[in-house]
């Protein structure tokens, strides 16, 4: 089973926002799974799922 993976474009668009928040969420801490490969930042698919998950169950308010 191969993980699928976001940029950070990718992860913005998907959260309705802009690239430089989705890099200050990484920067706080606040989005799990953020990784570099080379020159890009990459979130699987998974982890993100999850934390919706998460998010949710706790009220929050992810997008």
Same mark, same amino acid.
């Given at each position: 089973m191969s993980t699928r993976y976001l940029t950070t474009k990718e992860v913005a668009e998907?959260?309705?926002t802009v690239p430089s928040t989705v890099r200050y969420w990484k920067h706080i801490g606040y989005?799990?799974?953020a990784m570099k490969r080379g020159r890009q930042t990459l979130y699987p698919v998974d982890v %993100?799922?999850?934390w919706d998950a998460e998010? %949710?169950?706790a009220g929050g308010n992810a997008a």
């Open positions: 998907r959260y309705r989005i799990p799974g %993100l799922d999850r998010q %949710l169950e």
